[in-house]
Protein backbone atom coordinates (compact mmCIF):
# COMPACT_ATOMS: atom_id res chain seq x y z
CA UNK A 1 0.00 0.00 0.00
CA UNK A 2 1.66 3.15 -1.05
CA UNK A 3 0.90 6.10 1.64
CA UNK A 4 -0.14 9.45 0.49
CA UNK A 5 2.99 12.10 0.28
CA UNK A 6 1.86 15.46 0.64
CA UNK A 7 4.91 17.91 -0.64
CA UNK A 8 4.97 21.41 -0.76
CA UNK A 9 7.30 23.39 -3.35
CA UNK A 10 7.74 26.97 -2.06
CA UNK A 11 9.97 27.73 -5.14
CA UNK A 12 11.63 31.57 -4.36
CA UNK A 13 9.05 32.43 -1.99
CA UNK A 14 9.56 32.91 2.19
CA UNK A 15 11.20 35.08 4.73
CA UNK A 16 12.55 33.80 7.79
CA UNK A 17 9.22 35.00 9.52
CA UNK A 18 7.02 33.18 7.69
CA UNK A 19 9.02 29.91 6.91
CA UNK A 20 9.27 29.87 11.42
CA UNK A 21 5.52 30.72 11.16
CA UNK A 22 4.27 28.19 8.21
CA UNK A 23 6.65 25.24 9.59
CA UNK A 24 5.31 25.53 13.28
CA UNK A 25 1.62 25.65 12.00
CA UNK A 26 2.30 22.54 9.95
CA UNK A 27 3.52 20.75 12.67
CA UNK A 28 1.00 21.57 15.16
CA UNK A 29 -1.78 21.13 12.34
CA UNK A 30 -0.35 17.49 11.64
CA UNK A 31 0.96 14.17 13.16
CA UNK A 32 3.34 10.87 12.43
CA UNK A 33 0.17 8.85 12.33
CA UNK A 34 -1.64 10.84 9.86
CA UNK A 35 -3.08 9.87 6.66
CA UNK A 36 -0.64 11.01 4.68
CA UNK A 37 3.18 12.20 5.24
CA UNK A 38 4.17 15.58 4.69
CA UNK A 39 7.06 17.13 2.95
CA UNK A 40 8.35 20.85 2.08
CA UNK A 41 10.67 22.58 -0.49
CA UNK A 42 12.30 25.71 1.06
CA UNK A 43 14.43 28.31 -0.86
CA UNK A 44 17.85 27.15 0.17
CA UNK A 45 18.74 30.06 1.99
CA UNK A 46 16.02 28.72 4.93
CA UNK A 47 17.23 25.22 5.29
CA UNK A 48 18.89 25.75 8.36
CA UNK A 49 15.97 27.07 9.78
CA UNK A 50 13.93 24.46 8.54
CA UNK A 51 16.86 22.01 10.02
CA UNK A 52 16.00 23.51 13.69
CA UNK A 53 12.40 23.74 13.17
CA UNK A 54 11.77 20.26 11.71
CA UNK A 55 14.79 17.86 12.94
CA UNK A 56 13.39 14.36 14.83
CA UNK A 57 9.94 15.63 13.81
CA UNK A 58 7.58 13.95 11.53
CA UNK A 59 7.95 16.19 8.62
CA UNK A 60 10.16 15.81 5.90
CA UNK A 61 11.85 18.77 4.02
CA UNK A 62 14.70 19.10 0.82
CA UNK A 63 16.21 20.88 -1.87
CA UNK A 64 14.18 22.07 -5.18
CA UNK A 65 16.81 21.24 -7.04
CA UNK A 66 20.89 20.62 -7.08
CA UNK A 67 23.92 20.54 -8.88
CA UNK A 68 25.23 17.72 -10.28
CA UNK A 69 29.00 17.61 -9.42
CA UNK A 70 29.07 16.73 -5.77
CA UNK A 71 31.72 19.70 -5.43
CA UNK A 72 34.17 22.03 -6.94
CA UNK A 73 33.85 25.17 -9.23
CA UNK A 74 30.46 26.08 -9.05
CA UNK A 75 29.32 29.41 -8.56
CA UNK A 76 26.55 29.70 -6.90
CA UNK A 77 25.17 25.90 -6.90
CA UNK A 78 24.42 23.52 -4.25
CA UNK A 79 25.22 19.77 -3.79
CA UNK A 80 23.66 17.16 -3.09
CA UNK A 81 25.80 16.64 -0.04
CA UNK A 82 25.00 19.90 1.34
CA UNK A 83 21.11 19.34 1.28
CA UNK A 84 22.18 16.26 3.25
CA UNK A 85 24.14 18.26 5.82
CA UNK A 86 21.25 20.13 6.44
CA UNK A 87 19.07 17.06 6.91
CA UNK A 88 17.01 17.00 3.67
CA UNK A 89 15.51 13.81 2.66
CA UNK A 90 14.75 14.78 -0.77
CA UNK A 91 15.54 16.74 -4.09
CA UNK A 92 13.32 17.88 -6.42
CA UNK A 93 14.60 17.01 -9.79
CA UNK A 94 13.41 18.26 -13.39
CA UNK A 95 10.83 20.84 -12.57
CA UNK A 96 8.93 22.34 -15.30
CA UNK A 97 10.59 25.44 -14.16
CA UNK A 98 14.00 24.57 -14.18
CA UNK A 99 13.52 22.83 -17.94
CA UNK A 100 12.10 25.95 -19.37
CA UNK A 101 13.67 29.27 -17.82
CA UNK A 102 16.98 27.80 -16.72
CA UNK A 103 17.47 25.45 -19.82
CA UNK A 104 18.06 22.04 -17.84
CA UNK A 105 17.70 19.12 -20.54
CA UNK A 106 16.14 15.70 -19.95
CA UNK A 107 20.17 14.89 -19.32
CA UNK A 108 20.80 17.64 -17.18
CA UNK A 109 17.63 16.13 -15.22
CA UNK A 110 19.27 12.92 -15.18
CA UNK A 111 22.48 13.70 -14.11
CA UNK A 112 21.11 15.41 -11.16
CA UNK A 113 18.43 12.33 -10.14
CA UNK A 114 21.93 10.48 -10.06
CA UNK A 115 23.77 13.05 -8.21
CA UNK A 116 20.80 13.31 -5.32
CA UNK A 117 20.86 9.10 -5.34
CA UNK A 118 24.71 9.19 -4.87
CA UNK A 119 24.60 12.16 -1.86
CA UNK A 120 21.88 9.48 -0.16
CA UNK A 121 18.45 11.88 -1.19
CA UNK A 122 15.76 10.56 -2.58
CA UNK A 123 14.86 12.61 -6.04
CA UNK A 124 11.33 13.55 -6.78
CA UNK A 125 11.29 13.84 -10.70
CA UNK A 126 9.09 16.05 -12.25
CA UNK A 127 7.65 15.14 -15.96
CA UNK A 128 5.32 16.85 -17.68
CA UNK A 129 3.79 18.00 -20.80
CA UNK A 130 2.85 22.03 -22.23
CA UNK A 131 -0.40 23.33 -23.21
CA UNK A 132 0.80 22.87 -26.94
CA UNK A 133 2.05 19.37 -26.62
CA UNK A 134 -1.24 18.38 -24.93
CA UNK A 135 -2.99 19.74 -28.08
CA UNK A 136 -0.83 18.27 -30.28
CA UNK A 137 -1.59 14.61 -28.55
CA UNK A 138 1.66 14.69 -27.92
CA UNK A 139 1.42 13.91 -23.96
CA UNK A 140 2.32 10.22 -23.62
CA UNK A 141 5.56 10.91 -25.82
CA UNK A 142 6.40 13.82 -23.77
CA UNK A 143 6.66 11.94 -20.26
CA UNK A 144 8.04 8.66 -21.86
CA UNK A 145 10.87 10.82 -23.50
CA UNK A 146 11.26 12.33 -20.21
CA UNK A 147 10.88 9.19 -17.77
CA UNK A 148 13.48 7.72 -20.65
CA UNK A 149 16.54 10.12 -20.26
CA UNK A 150 16.66 9.14 -16.66
CA UNK A 151 15.73 5.71 -16.61
CA UNK A 152 18.54 4.50 -19.47
CA UNK A 153 20.97 6.48 -17.60
CA UNK A 154 20.22 5.71 -14.07
CA UNK A 155 18.77 2.01 -14.74
CA UNK A 156 15.00 1.16 -13.05
CA UNK A 157 16.70 -0.07 -9.98
CA UNK A 158 17.61 3.35 -8.83
CA UNK A 159 13.58 4.09 -9.14
CA UNK A 160 13.47 2.10 -5.64
CA UNK A 161 14.02 5.17 -3.63
CA UNK A 162 12.48 7.97 -6.19
CA UNK A 163 8.97 9.20 -6.05
CA UNK A 164 7.59 10.98 -9.68
CA UNK A 165 5.46 14.05 -9.78
CA UNK A 166 3.35 14.11 -13.05
CA UNK A 167 2.99 18.52 -13.63
CA UNK A 168 1.30 19.17 -16.37
CA UNK A 169 2.98 22.69 -17.44
CA UNK A 170 -0.05 24.07 -18.48
CA UNK A 171 -1.85 23.07 -14.82
CA UNK A 172 1.02 24.86 -12.73
CA UNK A 173 -0.23 28.06 -10.77
CA UNK A 174 -3.11 28.69 -13.60
CA UNK A 175 -5.74 28.15 -11.25
CA UNK A 176 -6.20 25.08 -14.39
CA UNK A 177 -6.39 21.80 -12.35
CA UNK A 178 -6.22 18.65 -15.10
CA UNK A 179 -9.38 16.92 -14.08
CA UNK A 180 -8.94 13.63 -12.22
CA UNK A 181 -9.55 11.22 -15.34
CA UNK A 182 -6.62 13.44 -17.38
CA UNK A 183 -4.36 13.06 -14.67
CA UNK A 184 -5.09 9.56 -14.03
CA UNK A 185 -5.14 8.49 -17.17
CA UNK A 186 -0.92 9.68 -17.42
CA UNK A 187 -0.16 8.25 -14.00
CA UNK A 188 -1.17 5.20 -15.23
CA UNK A 189 0.81 5.42 -18.29
CA UNK A 190 3.65 6.18 -15.84
CA UNK A 191 3.33 3.22 -13.86
CA UNK A 192 2.46 0.73 -16.59
CA UNK A 193 5.43 1.83 -18.43
CA UNK A 194 7.93 1.13 -14.97
CA UNK A 195 5.45 -1.97 -14.36
CA UNK A 196 7.22 -3.03 -17.95
CA UNK A 197 10.78 -2.78 -16.52
CA UNK A 198 9.89 -3.82 -12.73
CA UNK A 199 6.03 -5.06 -11.93
CA UNK A 200 7.48 -4.60 -7.97
CA UNK A 201 9.22 -1.17 -8.06
CA UNK A 202 6.69 0.23 -10.10
CA UNK A 203 4.08 -1.04 -7.40
CA UNK A 204 5.93 0.68 -4.61
CA UNK A 205 6.93 4.18 -6.39
CA UNK A 206 4.62 7.19 -5.61
CA UNK A 207 3.19 9.08 -8.10
CA UNK A 208 2.27 12.41 -7.28
CA UNK A 209 0.37 15.45 -9.37
CA UNK A 210 1.03 18.67 -9.24
CA UNK A 211 -0.79 21.72 -10.96
CA UNK A 212 -2.92 24.06 -9.12
CA UNK A 213 -3.92 21.64 -5.96
CA UNK A 214 -6.31 22.76 -3.45
CA UNK A 215 -7.68 21.80 -0.48
CA UNK A 216 -11.04 21.22 -3.06
CA UNK A 217 -9.52 19.57 -5.59
CA UNK A 218 -7.08 17.16 -3.56
CA UNK A 219 -9.48 14.20 -2.35
CA UNK A 220 -10.85 14.10 -5.82
CA UNK A 221 -7.57 13.28 -7.16
CA UNK A 222 -6.01 11.36 -4.48
CA UNK A 223 -8.55 8.85 -4.62
CA UNK A 224 -7.90 7.92 -7.84
CA UNK A 225 -5.43 4.52 -8.22
CA UNK A 226 -2.54 5.56 -9.49
CA UNK A 227 -2.14 9.12 -7.94
CA UNK A 228 -0.30 9.02 -4.59
CA UNK A 229 0.29 12.35 -3.33
CA UNK A 230 0.32 15.70 -4.79
CA UNK A 231 3.41 18.71 -5.55
CA UNK A 232 1.25 21.80 -3.81
CA UNK A 233 3.02 25.27 -5.12
CA UNK A 234 0.89 28.14 -4.43
CA UNK A 235 -1.54 26.52 -2.10
CA UNK A 236 1.65 25.15 -0.01
CA UNK A 237 2.39 28.89 1.41
CA UNK A 238 0.43 28.93 4.49
CA UNK A 239 -0.42 26.41 6.61
CA UNK A 240 -3.74 26.55 6.38
CA UNK A 241 -3.49 26.24 2.89
CA UNK A 242 -1.32 23.51 2.78
CA UNK A 243 -3.46 21.64 5.94
CA UNK A 244 -6.29 21.91 3.93
CA UNK A 245 -4.96 19.17 1.57
CA UNK A 246 -3.58 17.22 4.12
CA UNK A 247 -6.96 17.07 5.88
CA UNK A 248 -8.97 16.26 2.88
CA UNK A 249 -7.22 13.17 2.55
CA UNK A 250 -9.77 10.02 4.16
P1 LIG B 1 0.86 25.29 -8.23
O1 LIG B 1 0.32 24.38 -7.18
O2 LIG B 1 1.04 26.71 -7.77
O3 LIG B 1 0.11 25.17 -9.53
O4 LIG B 1 2.38 24.79 -8.55
C1 LIG B 1 2.58 23.45 -8.84
C2 LIG B 1 4.04 23.20 -8.88
O5 LIG B 1 4.73 23.63 -9.78
C3 LIG B 1 4.64 22.42 -7.78
O6 LIG B 1 5.94 22.04 -8.08
Not at 168 to 181: C, D, H, R, S, Y
Not at 191 to 203: C, F, H, M, Q, Y
Request: include cysteine.
Amino acid sequence: MRKILVAGNWKMHGSKAMVSELLEGLLAGSSADGKADLLVFPPFPYLPLTESVLAGTHIRYGGQNLNPNAQGAHTGETSGGMLKDFGCHYALVGHSERRAIYGESDHDVALRFKAALDAGLHPILCVGETLEEREEGQTEAVVARQLDAVIEFVGIESFRKAVIAYEPVWAIGTGLTATPEQAQSVHAFIRDKLTSLNVIIAGQLRILYGGSVNGSNAAELFAQSDIDGGLVGGASLTAEAFLAIYSAID
